[in-house]
């Protein structure tokens, strides 16, 4: 799918007068600070100019979000970054990364997403001197914390140092976004639920329409029914396709567990947790601006 068409899709201004989903806008200081650094985290993803680049190397939007997010991981047989990926329907992912992998060398693919990202996120947020402070508190934070367990996070925290403060603060955005989302998969497959019943959870919890989010995951529809009857039999969802009270306390007792697994990133921040997460809104609410990232509110919780 090319960047234009999926820009289409997601960037219709009028989402952004949507509201804050209640379970994001009451979170826990974990979830604050994901939230305050999302539109930040995922820069590469949504920024034209690392489309175009990559663009110029075969890549289509697909091909740069998988190949831009999986080149933390080395260069693996694309099973292991869909397994990492947890959320997306595996022989999608794994296609796309092998498709990636056929245009450009994992090296290469690194370099210019990386390089692209912290020129487009220069762009947008300017000279600041405020970033290269941030960044390098965050940093620190990432260096920090421990990798068990956490595929995609420790993929970003191996790399060498930047030297860029742009690149920097994206690359500590990144790794505290893969580290919260590498715990989020633990929480859940533990607790019984596969990756499409949480999806459908997820959006429904989150307020979407059913598919409207998961649909985007690529599962078959034989798998997406499957989920919906599992939901259903434990009094998750109803017959409607809506969720139940029953399962927004579930979901929101998953989310409590996934934001205690986040207690050294909210420690690490410490006494500057409010200042630096006013920051990163400030920062993200630019991206938005730029069109670097979609409007939609639910999109930003969602991940």
């Known amino acids: ?6 820009i289409a899709a997601y960037f219709d201004p009028a989402a952004a007068e949507l509201p804050t989903p209640a379970p994001v806008s009451a979170g826990a200081p ?3 600070l994901r939230d305050a650094f ?4 995922m820069h590469a993803v949504w920024s ?7 663009g110029a190397r075969g890549l289509d939007f697909f091909g740069t979000y998988v190949g831009g997010r999986g080149c933390v991981l080395g260069d693996p047989n694309g099973a292991v970054v869909a397994s990492a990926f947890a959320a997306f329907e595996p022989s999608m992912i794994a296609g796309v990364w092998d498709q990636a992998r056929s245009h450009v060398g994992v090296v290469d693919l690194r370099e210019a997403t990386f390089s692209s990202t912290a020129e487009s996120l ?8 405020a970033v290269a402070s941030v960044a390098d508190q965050l940093s620190d ?3 920090g914390l421990d990798p068990t367990g956490r595929p995609l996070f420790s993929g970003v925290q191996a790399l060498e140092a930047a030297e860029d403060p742009h690149e920097r603060l994206w690359r500590s955005c990144l790794a505290l976004r893969e580290h919260r989302g590498d715990a989020h998969v633990a929480v859940y497959i533990s607790d019984g639920f596969d990756p499409v019943q949480m999806n459908i959870l ?7 329409p059913f598919g409207e989010y998961s649909s985007s995951r690529a599962w078959p529809e034989d798998r997406t029914e499957a989920a919906l009857a599992s939901l259903e039999a434990r009094g998750l969802t109803d017959s409607d396709r809506r969720i139940t009270d029953a399962g927004r306390r579930r979901r929101s007792e998953l989310e409590d567990r996934t934001d205690a697994m986040e207690d050294g990133v909210v420690a690490g921040v410490g006494a500057d947790f409010e200042a630096i997460c006013a920051q990163l809104e400030a920062w993200s609410a630019q991206c938005i601006e730029a069109r670097t990232f979609p409007p939609d509110p639910r999109k930003r919780a969602a991940g």
């Open 122 to 129: 220069r762009s947008v947020l300017g000279d600041d001197p």
């Open 202 to 208: 997820t959006e429904l919890w989150l307020d979407y």
């Open 38 to 41: 999302e539109p930040l985290s």
């Open 1 to 6: 799918m090319d960047y234009g068409t999926v």
């Open 141 to 143: 934070i990432v260096a």
């Open 30 to 32: 974990a979830r604050q």
């Open 48 to 54: 034209p100019l690392v489309h175009e680049r990559l």
